[in-house]
Every structure is written in C-alpha cells, then in structure tokens.
C-alpha cells in the first residue's frame, strides 16, 4: 500500500475546479511536491515546497495544506490537463515516496 | 537547458544485472545543489523512487530494493548509472533519470526528468 494515499480517480468539466487530495504521516513535517503525467510522457513538476508554482506552469495550478493533508486544485480545468497527478515527499525513514497516483478525467 | 537522457539494453533476462547509464546535458554534476536519481513506473502503474546519488558520491537507496542496487557517478562524463542485479519479471519498467533540486539532507524534489527507457525482463 502507498504511503500517501491519493483518490484513483477525479472528474471534472471543462472550465470547472477540480480537487485532489494527498495525505499521510510522512506529511507531518515534510513538504509535498506535486507532478502532471500525461499518457506516454515523463512527469512534469507542477507544484513544489507545498505551494510554490515554477516558472512556466500555469496560475491555474495551485497548492495547499490543512495538517498532513495537501491539496492540488487546478481552477478553470482544459482538455489538456487530463493526466495523471502524483505528490511526492519524504518519510520518517528517508524514503522519497509517490503518491498512488490520481487520474484526472475531463469531461 | 538541462536535459537527461537514458540509455541502455530494453531486454534483460530474468537473473541478471539491469544496467542504464543517464547522460546529463546543461549543469554540471558536480552540482552542490542538487541530487541525481532513478524513478521507474511499471506499466500501467505509479512511480516509484528507485535511489539518489550525490555529487559526492553519497546514496540515499530505496529499502525494498537497497540489497540488489548501487548507483554511481561519473563526473568525467557527466554521467550517473544504476545496476540492478538479480531481475525478474517484476522489474519490467519505464526507467527514469532526473535531477532532484536539495532543500535538505536527504530531501528534495525532481526538477528535470529525462524521457524514460522501457526495460523489459523476459527470457
């Protein structure tokens, strides 16, 4: 089992927000990354430190915390971001750690 | 522009040693800030963090694979490789290189990713 348990699944329409969530004990006091994998791609880093956004990714994508809950909320959702979305931290063992993965349908 | 690259046999047979080397293009490996890694992803599956190197030469391994792993550095060549030793189906994989950004000791985040190399254990 994952050590940082993600929905396998969100769906959304276009121009709505959509909501996914990523929580655990290795989030107690560590940070969350957040990365988009389209099919047949490598992945893309979305969201670092929480909620710093790199250059060049989209205002739409954002970052969030609540205890050792992150959330990655992409506000007004587009066709092109169907993908997969993982969050990434450390554990107590310092073992860097995926998420299970969520794919995001557009509807 | 940093870019990674993998390379590599696609078929190893089940027993033997996977080994990939990644070609790093536009920072130097010797980098202070930065740490150098394998992620892979079996098909149809999510990621999993495979191991780190530092320019220094020192790792930071995965557990449930540490005993069968070692990742090294070659600076001349401003390449790091991964051999993993003792395969079987269950390593069948898309093997990715990437540059992980240090924000502490053991911790950071992957920054660039190389393109994957599917590697397929089969007799």
């Known amino acids: 089992s994952y050590e940082l348990p993600q929905p396998p699944s969100v769906s959304v329409s276009p121009g709505q927000t959509a909501r996914i969530t990523c929580f655990g004990d290795a989030l107690s006091n560590q940070y969350a990354y957040w990365y988009q994998q389209r099919p047949g791609q490598a992945p893309v880093l979305l969201i670092y430190?929480?909620?710093e956004r790199p250059s060049g990714i989209p205002e739409r994508f954002s970052g969030s915390r609540s205890g050792t809950t992150v959330t990655l909320t992409i506000s007004g959702v587009q066709a092109e971001d169907e993908a997969d979305y993982y969050c990434?931290?450390?554990?107590?063992?310092?073992?860097?750690?995926f998420g299970a993965g969520t794919k995001l349908t557009v509807l | 522009q940093v870019r990674l690259q993998e390379s590599g046999p696609g078929l190893v047979k089940p027993s033997q040693t996977l080994s990939l080397t990644c070609t790093v293009s536009g920072d130097s490996i010797n980098s202070d800030n930065h740490y150098w890694s394998w992620i892979r992803q079996p098909p149809g599956r999510g990621l999993e963090w495979i191991g780190n190197i530092y320019s220094s030469g020192g790792t930071n391994y995965n557990p449930s694979l540490r005993s069968r792993m070692t990742i090294s550095v070659d600076t001349s060549r401003n390449q790091f490789s991964l051999n993993l030793n003792s395969v079987t189906a269950a390593d069948t994989a898309v093997y990715y290189c990437?540059?992980?950004?240090?924000?502490?000791?053991?911790?950071?985040?992957?920054?660039?990713w190389g393109q994957g190399t599917l590697v397929s254990v089969s007799s």
């Open positions: 990437a540059r992980a950004v240090r924000i502490a000791v053991k911790r950071g985040y992957f920054d660039h």
């Open positions: 430190k929480d909620t």
């Open positions: 990434q931290s450390t554990d107590s063992s310092d073992t860097w750690v």
